[in-house]
Nanobody, 125 residues
Framework: QVQLVESGGGLVQAGGSLRISCSAS????????MGWFRQAPGKEREFVAA????????YYAASVKGRFTISRDNAKTTVYLQMNNLKPEDTAVYYC??????????????????WGQGTQVTVSS
C-alpha cells in the first residue's frame, strides 16, 4: 500500500505558474505509474497527466498539453506537476494517484489504486 500527500496548491493569477508535488510513502514508489487528476466544483474528476514507472513516458490531457509537465523523482518518492500559463478554467482540486495497472501511462480513473487527499489550485482572472 502507498500513501500519497499533495502539496503546493494555492492562488495564482491567470498566466502565472505553479508547481504542485505529491509525496509517497513506502519503498515501492517506482513500481507505480503515477497520475494527476483534477475536479472542479460540480464537475467530474478528470484526467490531467500520467507518467510511467521509470519516467520515460508521459501522457497529457489535450486541455493541458504544452502548458503542464509531469515528472517524478523515484529517489525522493515524489511526483510533480509543473503548471505554466494557468487559466481560470484550471481552477480545481488536484489529486495525485498511484496505479498498479500494467499500462505504462494509465489515464482512466479506475486504473488507479491509491489517491491523495487533494490540493486546491485557484486561478484568478
Amino acid at each position: 500500500q502507498v500513501q500519497l500527500v499533495e502539496s503546493g496548491g494555492g492562488l495564482v493569477q491567470a498566466g502565472g505558474s505553479l508547481r504542485i508535488s505529491c509525496s509517497a510513502s513506502g519503498r515501492t514508489f517506482s513500481s507505480y505509474a503515477m497520475g494527476w487528476f483534477r475536479q472542479a466544483p460540480g464537475k467530474e474528476r478528470e484526467f490531467v497527466a500520467a507518467i510511467s514507472r521509470s519516467g520515460d513516458h508521459t501522457y497529457y490531457a489535450a486541455s493541458v498539453k504544452g502548458r503542464f509537465t509531469i515528472s517524478r523523482d523515484n529517489a525522493k518518492t515524489t511526483v510533480y506537476l509543473q503548471m505554466n500559463n494557468l487559466k481560470p478554467e484550471d481552477t480545481a482540486v488536484y489529486y495525485c494517484a498511484a496505479s498498479r495497472d500494467p499500462k505504462a501511462v494509465p489515464i482512466i480513473r479506475y486504473e488507479y489504486d491509491y489517491w491523495g487527499q487533494g490540493t486546491q489550485v485557484t486561478v484568478s482572472s
